[in-house]
């Protein structure tokens, strides 16, 4: 646990010294055990509110098992705020700052468990996400809640020209059972080894273990994951 906390204290001090797109990242906090959960809607960190405000109404809630069915593709030129996975990273240019990321988007209701943040596991595909930041300060698998306008897509892939990025390092996230039917890339059901079991996604207070078992090892993804474009 003091490594991990060690090294999520690099990150923090990296995006500090050298991100150009804002970008803020939540630090996980003890969690505790009460003796009920419940869910309260997503409330935005300061620097985020305006990039959120920008959202049209139909847009804010991405995928709702309870709702019409939604997706990430034919989307071009539209404002857009969507959560995901971080697969994969492609490092900037070197006669620039951009980096590209590989994002397996995960669906929201609009609500989230009042002690953590939560999303279905489920989600509608893979998008890619460009901004200007240090690529070695971007957790692998971590969540991350993008703002910004889809610049284009090739072969089903929107991809998002970032305005504001918000992320959520292992222990402050968690995911839910629930969620609209998934459309999700398959490449990435291998490394759920709780989907294999058809055990239960939900964990109220996740370890890292959990996160293995649904995401994979992090040493493989990021800057290590194979053909991240």
């Known amino acids: 646990m003091r ?3 060690f090294l999520l204290s690099i990150f923090f001090l990296s995006f500090a010294t050298w991100a150009q797109t804002p970008v803020d990242i ?9 003796n009920t959960l419940g869910s ?10 305006p990039f959120l405000h920008r959202i049209p109404e139909q847009e804010r ?14 989307k071009k030129d539209k404002y857009v705020s969507w959560f995901g996975i971080v697969r994969g990273i492609s490092p900037a240019a070197p006669d620039g700052k951009a980096i590209n990321l ?3 988007q995960k669906y929201f209701d609009g609500l989230t ?33 993008v703002y910004g306008r889809v610049v284009d897509e ?28 998934d459309h999700s890339n398959p490449r990435w059901a291998q490394y759920c080894q709780i989907c294999t079991r058809k ?17 994979g090892n992090p040493d493989d993804f990021g800057l290590h994951l194979a053909d991240p474009k």
Not at 40 to 49: A, H, L, N, Q
Not at 199 to 215: F, M, V
């Open 3 to 5: 490594k991990h906390t």
């Open 26 to 34: 939540d630090r996980p906090k003890q969690l505790e055990r009460p």
């Open 40 to 49: 309260c809607d997503y409330t935005p960190v300061e620097r985020e509110k």
């Open 61 to 74: 809630v991405t995928g709702s098992a309870f709702g019409p069915p939604f997706t990430i593709q034919g």
């Open 102 to 104: 590989l994002v397996e």
């Open 113 to 145: 468990d009042c002690h953590i943040m939560l999303v279905p596991f489920a989600g509608s595909g893979d998008f890619r996400a460009t901004l200007e930041a240090d690529p070695q300060s971007i957790p692998a698998l971590s969540l991350v809640k």
């Open 154 to 181: 090739t072969d089903g892939i929107p991809r998002i020209a970032v305005e504001y990025m918000r992320v959520w390092p292992w222990l402050s996230f968690t995911f839910s059972d629930l969620g609209a039917e």
């Open 199 to 215: 055990g239960k996604i939900y964990d109220p207070w996740p370890l890292e273990p959990y996160y293995r078992q649904i995401l």
